[in-house]
């Protein structure tokens, strides 16, 4: 089958196109053809199904009709401006995030004018949709209230999502990802980087800021379960879905202290002496208005499967980004 | 102050602007100016202040620009495509409902370019919003999941007025509206008329039919209440409600055989033998997908007040459409 990934050249986009070299497969289904959009040009590994290597801007006017012309079987919609972009450039966000989603969703029902065409549409979500106050543990029913206008154009983004699968123009799920982590890479200034940062940075033998007291309580995901993930979500009938076409994903909820305990027992005592306290009031507000925890019964029930726990998350980070190996001055 | 309502030539519209006329003012505040715009040129009593009248297209460009280039201190914002026409016509229901939407948000932000403009917006919204399943009583914290795409849209004009106003554009909120009852006129084919039906024909001595079982189960607002929602809106500190500004509105939850006990009490028994059972089992089902009881609370801490009971909603309706008296046929 033929698969279009959006936003390939961000985190998720690489690691899954890797992961679809790796399997020649999205789910279950050989891939035959593989489309990779993003504002640069995406890579791909030497062994990924060829297709389109296409620089396009999802806002800009028919970028979204030229993505689905090859009539894509599977369409994974990661293409987005992140949450600190969307609100500095509040324009740019609503044009990326609301108008790039419909543009898709629209040239999709009108590829269907000429010929049938119904593709799967995979949704990058996210549980910044909701925003405090709420409960301890955040379940399958409780409203989306986002506090950003990611959050909000990410909602606005499934609901058009749900409507367009009921009517029949696309069959579309959208995954609510948890907070990726270890994100690979550089620390970055998201108020959210020091979740990775904390873990990342001490494998590698270097020192790390912690903004927040070892209490606050976090939602998380591996790169590897998003992409697992994705890989589900390809392969499932969403009919058992029913309307509600948004989902939960599920995670580890861990507390700082937690991460630094999986950290002590993978990686001894001394990485987690390289984690400075530096307490920052403003990042600890952002954060205490973060979701700590949720039900997924319905996820679960469908399927997706979460972490094991910190521990696995540092041994994938290791295997994926590591080589499978920590460098000496890391060890105890 | 100046107020702007869009929508005028509806039902909720001419209510609302005859209270204008009569009480000359919105809420607490004289209405120095009123403007109606409609598709259609809307009316407005002689006693109504002056303002614009005017013929415009929502979902057309510049529309929106001219709506608000007098800037009205307070904007009812009511035009929409109802939900049997926007599930029988997507794209101008995409138009209508979310893009005029969108296109008065963002003429009221750029008409803050020249000098500084944060009106109060005021939507209607809808309790279809909800879709099943969901619980017997439908709580301020459970999740919009609408089944059509008329509630689709109009959940993503509460998400965009809740952004827009944390943002500081404007300073809006979006009043969830149960199902309006005694909806004055003529009975019309939607799916949900024959709540209406069932009072409003019997009272003036005509027979109505009923399409569900009397234990059917409903949730309701006279058009007075809807009225009243609105002007208890204009005068709102809104920043009480903190960043969720979409309100389930308080209504009266009833069973179609709560309907016509009152009716009998009302009217007599007479009045209720002009009810014709004709089970219509396609209108069952989409009835029962509809929601049943909720609880307001957030709304009733503001202050919004539903109608007393159906007693009250048949008094209404007599008061103000039938000129405060039965007709003689109807009367036992």
């Known amino acids: 089958m033929r698969v279009l990934i959006t936003g390939a050249a961000g985190m998720i986009g690489r690691k899954l196109t890797e992961s679809i070299a790796t399997r020649a497969s999205l789910g279950e289904r050989e891939v035959s053809a593989l489309d990779l959009a993003d504002t640069l040009v995406p890579t791909a590994p030497d062994d990924a199904p ?3 290597r296409l620089a396009a801007d999802i806002a800009a006017p028919d970028t979204a009709a030229r993505l689905v012309a090859n009539r894509p079987d599977v369409i994974v919609h990661l293409a987005a401006l992140p949450s600190a972009g969307a609100e500095d450039f509040f324009e740019r966000g609503y044009a990326i995030n609301l108008d790039g989603t419909r543009s898709l969703l629209d040239a ?9 065409y119904h593709p799967r549409l995979i949704f990058s979500s996210t549980i910044a949709v909701f925003g405090a106050p709420f409960p301890d543990r955040i379940g399958d029913d409780f409203l989306a209230a986002p506090l950003t206008s990611y959050g909000t154009q990410k909602v606005m983004g499934e609901l058009m999502i749900s409507d367009y699968s009921r009517r029949g123009f696309l069959d579309g799920i959208s995954l609510r990802l948890p907070t990726i982590c270890i994100r690979p890479g550089k620390p970055n200034l998201a108020a959210s980087g020091f979740f990775s940062n904390i873990l990342r940075e001490p494998l590698i033998g270097q020192e790390a800021e912690l903004p927040v007291p070892e209490t606050t309580r976090h939602w998380f995901a591996s790169p590897r379960a998003a992409v697992g993930f994705i890989h589900h979500a390809a392969d499932l009938d969403l009919a058992r879905l029913g309307p509600r076409r948004a989902l939960n994903m599920p995670g580890v909820s861990a507390t700082v202290a937690e991460q630094i305990d999986a950290l002590r027992r ?12 530096k307490p ?8 205490a208005g973060w979701p700590r925890d949720f039900d997924t019964r319905r996820a679960s029930e469908l399927g997706f499967r979460a972490d094991a726990g910190f521990d696995d998350i540092l041994l994938a980070h290791i295997e994926d980004e590591l080589q499978g190996s920590l460098p000496v001055n890391a060890r105890t």
Do not use: C
């Open 50 to 52: 060829g297709g389109l």
């Open 108 to 116: 999709i029902r009108a590829e269907a004018h000429s010929a049938p």
């Open 266 to 277: 993978i990686a001894g005592e001394k990485a987690t002496r390289l984690i400075i306290r």
């Open 280 to 287: 920052d009031p403003k990042i600890a507000a952002i954060v």
